[in-house]
């Protein structure tokens, strides 16, 4: 199964977890922000998409620009996960809401979402991400919990794999 790893980091630290996926999965990568299309993604099976979250729950700058090629693009028969950063004390009441938007989006589109992530060990809030007491994928932020974020991303990587089998 050909894996890849979409982001866009303003900051960088979605770029950092990004790579920190990317060395578990060992999969090829993309910065959202540097493409001038969406032909990349027709090429792999499994897609791994990450923003952090902006203001009042929007997609990060260079997500909002590539939503068009997302949109367009043919996610049928794909698998996907996400991951979302954001401040759940600074911006409790939209914490890694952008997640929602570009899964919304996949789902409308055909792809099967996976690594939905336990709202527990948070304290937020609200997000638009959360859907039946879960995230619909690893929520990080870098800013009240980095501590968390190596054992969290290790985590939730073992339970993609684990859905990858159960998939096959």
Same mark, same amino acid.
């Given at each position: &199964? ?14 950092? =977890? ?21 032909? %990349? ?23 909002? @620009?590539? &939503? @068009? ?11 996907? #996960? ?10 409790? @009441?939209?914490?890694?809401?952008? &997640? ?10 055909? #792809?099967?979402?996976?690594? =939905? ?7 937020? %809030?609200?997000?638009? @991400? ?8 690893? #929520? ?13 991303? =290790? ?12 998939? #096959?």
């Amino acid at each position: &199964m050909k894996i890849a790893v979409f982001y866009g980091s303003t900051n960088g630290n979605t770029a950092d =977890a990004a790579l920190k996926i990317q060395k578990h999965l060992n999969t090829d990568i993309y910065d959202v922000g540097k493409l001038k299309n969406g032909d %990349d993604l027709a090429k792999y099976d499994m897609l791994i998409l990450g923003t952090s979250t902006w203001y009042d729950g929007d997609l990060q700058d260079d997500w909002d @620009s590539f &939503m @068009s090629h997302l949109k367009s693009a043919d996610l049928s028969g794909k698998i996907v #996960a996400l991951f979302g950063l954001g401040d759940q004390e600074g911006y409790g @009441s939209d914490f890694v809401s952008g &997640m929602r938007l570009i899964y919304d989006t996949v789902v409308e589109k055909g #792809a099967k979402v996976i690594g =939905a992530w336990e709202d527990k060990g948070y304290s937020y %809030d609200s997000s638009a @991400s959360v859907i039946d007491g879960k995230f619909v994928g690893l #929520a990080l932020d870098e800013d009240n919990q980095s501590e968390l974020t190596d054992s969290r991303i =290790a985590t939730w990587c073992e339970q993609l794999n684990t859905s990858l089998k159960e998939c #096959a």
